[in-house]
C-alpha cells in the first residue's frame, strides 16, 4: 500500500505531464515559427547594424552563426513533427517552408560577409524572409 | 583620504561585479519577451541578495570565520553536508556558465568558435586565482566590469518614447506570454540576482580582506549602495532589449543579440565599452565561483583556505578549485550550449536557495557568534518575508520548468 506522500508524487507528476502535453501540433508549429522568425529577425537587424557601418564584422558574423543554430533546430522541430489534421499539416508545410527559404537567406548574407559587404538586397531578403515566417506563426 | 578611496573603490567594485553571464542572459531575454514588466523582481532580489550580503558580511566581520566554516559548526556535519552538496553542486554548474560566458564574448570579438576559446578561458581563470593577488582581482575586473555602464547610456541615447515604456513598469502578463511562462521567468531572474555564489564569495572575502567590526560600515555601504546600483546596470540591460528586441519579436537566444541594442545605441564605441564590461564581468564572476567553489569545500572540511595565504600552504583548497575548473571545461567541450547552461544554473540557484540563506539567518542570530552585532528586529522581520519569497520560488522552480518546457 502507497503511504500518503508517494501518492502526492504521483498526483503531481500526473497533473504536470498533462499541464505539458496541452499544446497541440499547431501550437507548436507556431511555436518553431517564432523562433526561427527571431532568429532572422535578428541577422536582419545586424545586417542593417553592419551595413550603416556601427557593427564589426566579427560580431554580426556570430550573429549569423547564432541564428543559424536556431533555423536549424527549428527545421528540424518541425520536420520531426506528427501534425494531424488538414489546418496543421498545412501549417507546418508553410512553416517548413518559410525555414528553408530563411536558412537560403542567411546563407548567402553569410556569403557575402565572408567577402566584406552586405548589400541592400541581401537586407530585404532577410527582412521578406523573417514576414514570411511571421506570417507562419498563424493558420 | 585613504579610506574615503577605499570605500568609493568597494562600492565600485561590487558595481562592476554584480552582473554576471546569468544576469546578462537572464535580463536580456526578459526584456526582449516581457518588456519591462518583470523590473518588480530584480527590485526584489537586489533587496533580498543586500540583505543577506549584509548577514553574511556581518558574520565575517564579526566572527572572523566565513560561512561554511561556521554553518558546519552550529548545524553539524550532517546538515551542513547536505547544504554543501546542493551549494557546491549550483555552484558548480554557474562556474560552467561564467566560463561558458567568457568563451562567448571572446567568439564576439573575434568571430572564433567558442569551443576554442573554452579551455583558454578556463586556463585564464586558473592562472589568475592561482597566481594573482585577491584584492587585485576583485578590483580589475569590479572596474572594467563599469564598462557595463554603456547599457544605461544606451537607454537613453536609443531615446525611447519614455510614455510608453513607463507603464511597462506595472506588473503584469503580456498578452503574447502565457501565466506559467511569466512566473517561470521571475523564478529565473528573481535566482539571477540572488545566486548564492555572492554570498559564499562576499563573506569569505570578507575573511580574506580581514574584515573587523571596523569595517562593517565599509560592508553596509558596499552592499546598500554597490549592489542597488549593480541591479541597475541588470535592469539597463532588460531595457535595452525591451525597446530594440521586443518591438522586433525579437527573443534573446545568444549573446550576440544581447549587444544589438547597444550597437544601434552608440557604434563601435559602445560595442568596445560592452564588450569590456561583459567580458570583465562574466571573466570576473568566473573566478568568484572558482574561488567558491574552493572556499565551500575548504571551509566544511576545515581545510587551510584563503588567497591570503600561499598555495602550498592550502593545496587542497587550490586542488578543489583546479579540479572544479577541468570539469567545467570538460562540460562545456561537450558541446553543450552554454546560454542553456546559464539559463539552467539561474533557476537550479532558484531551488537551492533555501539552502543557502536559512542558514546565514540562524547563523546572524546566534549571540555566540555575533554578540551585540546579531540582527535586529527589522532585519529579522524583512528576512522571513524573503525567506517565505525563497522558499515559494524554490518550490515552485521545477514545477514551472516542467510546465513551460524550460521558458519556451
Known amino acids: 500500500?502507497?503511504?500518503?506522500?508517494?501518492?502526492?508524487?504521483?498526483?503531481?507528476?500526473?497533473?504536470?505531464?498533462?499541464?505539458?502535453?496541452?499544446?497541440?501540433?499547431?501550437?507548436?508549429?507556431?511555436?518553431?515559427?517564432?523562433?526561427?522568425?527571431?532568429?532572422?529577425?535578428?541577422?536582419?537587424?545586424?545586417?542593417?547594424?553592419?551595413?550603416?557601418?556601427?557593427?564589426?564584422?566579427?560580431?554580426?558574423?556570430?550573429?549569423?552563426?547564432?541564428?543559424?543554430?536556431e533555423l536549424t533546430s527549428a527545421q528540424q522541430g518541425l520536420a520531426q513533427l506528427q501534425a494531424t489534421g488538414q489546418e496543421a499539416t498545412t501549417m507546418q508545410h508553410t512553416a517548413l517552408t518559410a525555414?528553408?527559404?530563411?536558412?537560403?537567406?542567411?546563407?548567402?548574407?553569410?556569403?557575402?560577409?565572408?567577402?566584406?559587404?552586405?548589400?541592400?538586397?541581401?537586407?530585404?531578403?532577410?527582412?521578406?524572409?523573417?514576414a514570411a515566417l511571421k506570417k507562419a506563426e498563424s493558420p | 583620504m585613504?579610506?574615503?578611496?577605499?570605500?568609493?573603490?568597494?562600492?565600485?567594485?561590487?558595481?562592476g561585479g554584480f552582473v554576471d553571464i546569468g544576469d546578462l542572459v537572464t535580463n536580456a531575454v526578459v526584456g526582449s519577451r516581457f518588456g519591462l514588466t518583470l523590473v518588480w523582481v530584480t527590485v526584489l532580489g537586489v533587496v533580498g541578495i543586500a540583505l543577506y550580503a549584509n548577514m553574511?558580511?556581518?558574520?565575517?566581520?564579526?566572527?572572523?570565520?566565513?560561512?561554511?566554516?561556521?554553518?558546519?559548526?552550529?548545524?553539524?556535519?550532517?546538515?551542513?553536508?547536505?547544504?554543501?552538496?546542493?551549494?557546491?553542486l549550483i555552484n558548480l554548474m554557474t562556474m560552467t556558465a561564467e566560463i561558458g560566458g567568457v568563451a562567448l564574448v571572446f567568439q564576439l570579438v573575434t568571430g572564433i568558435s567558442p569551443m576554442l576559446w573554452i579551455p583558454l578561458a578556463g586556463f585564464g581563470v586558473w592562472v589568475v586565482v592561482w597566481r594573482a593577488k585577491f584584492t587585485a582581482l576583485e578590483n580589475a575586473t569590479g572596474l572594467l566590469g563599469l564598462g557595463l555602464m554603456v547599457f544605461v547610456v544606451a537607454v537613453f541615447l536609443l531615446k525611447p518614447d519614455w510614455g510608453q515604456l513607463g507603464p511597462q513598469l506595472i506588473p503584469r502578463i503580456p498578452a503574447t506570454e502565457d501565466g506559467t511562462t511569466y512566473w517561470y521567468y521571475a523564478i529565473a531572474l528573481f535566482g539571477a540576482a540572488m545566486t548564492p555564489y555572492e554570498v559564499f564569495f562576499f563573506s569569505s572575502g570578507g575573511v580574506e580582506e580581514k574584515w573587523t567590526v571596523k569595517s562593517l560600515g565599509e560592508v553596509k555601504a558596499n552592499v546598500l549602495v554597490g549592489f542597488p546600483l549593480g541591479g541597475l546596470l541588470s535592469i539597463s540591460i532588460a531595457a535595452c532589449a525591451a525597446i530594440v528586441l521586443l518591438p522586433q519579436a525579437i527573443s534573446v537566444t545568444s549573446l550576440s543579440q544581447v549587444v544589438i541594442p547597444v550597437i544601434q545605441a552608440g557604434g563601435t564605441i559602445a560595442?568596445?565599452?560592452?564588450?569590456?564590461?561583459?567580458?570583465?564581468?562574466?571573466f570576473g564572476a568566473a573566478l568568484e565561483t572558482t574561488l567558491s567553489s574552493g572556499y565551500t569545500i575548504a571551509q566544511y572540511f576545515g581545510w587551510s583556505w584563503g588567497k591570503f595565504r600561499r598555495p602550498a600552504e592550502a593545496a587542497r583548497f587550490h586542488l578543489v578549485m583546479l579540479i572544479g575548473v577541468i570539469i567545467a571545461v570538460l562540460v562545456l567541450l561537450t558541446g553543450v550550449d552554454p546560454i542553456a547552461v546559464t539559463e539552467f544554473s539561474v533557476v537550479f540557484s532558484a531551488i537551492a536557495l533555501p539552502l543557502t540563506y536559512i542558514p546565514i539567518l540562524i547563523v546572524s542570530n546566534d549571540k555566540q557568534y555575533m554578540g551585540e552585532f546579531r540582527n535586529g528586529r527589522l532585519t529579522n522581520a524583512l528576512s522571513l518575508v524573503f525567506l517565505a519569497i525563497i522558499l515559494v520560488a524554490s518550490i515552485a522552480a521545477i514545477p514551472l520548468m516542467v510546465i513551460t518546457g524550460a521558458g519556451q
Not at chain 1, 546563407?107 to 557575402?112: K, P, T
Open chain 2, 271 to 282: 560595442f568596445a565599452f560592452a564588450v569590456v564590461g561583459m567580458a570583465a564581468a562574466v
Open chain 2, 2 to 15: 585613504k579610506k574615503l578611496l577605499s570605500l568609493a573603490l568597494g562600492i565600485l567594485t561590487a558595481i
Open chain 1, 99 to 130: 525555414v528553408r527559404n530563411a536558412t537560403d537567406a542567411l546563407l548567402a548574407a553569410q556569403r557575402e560577409l565572408d567577402r566584406g559587404a552586405l548589400s541592400a538586397h541581401t537586407a530585404k531578403e532577410l527582412r521578406s524572409a523573417a
Open chain 2, 56 to 88: 553574511a558580511g556581518r558574520v565575517a566581520a564579526v566572527s572572523g570565520r566565513a560561512t561554511f566554516e561556521i554553518i558546519r559548526e552550529r548545524l553539524g556535519a550532517r546538515a551542513g553536508l547536505a547544504n554543501l552538496a546542493a551549494s557546491f
Open chain 1, 1 to 69: 500500500m502507497m503511504t500518503s506522500w508517494p501518492k502526492f508524487a504521483v498526483v503531481v507528476v500526473g497533473v504536470l505531464l498533462a499541464l505539458t502535453a496541452c499544446s497541440g501540433p499547431a501550437d507548436q508549429v507556431a511555436q518553431f515559427a517564432k523562433q526561427a522568425a527571431a532568429a532572422e529577425q535578428s541577422a536582419a537587424a545586424g545586417t542593417e547594424l553592419f551595413r550603416a557601418g556601427k557593427a564589426l564584422q566579427p560580431e554580426i558574423s556570430t550573429l549569423f552563426q547564432d541564428s543559424m543554430k
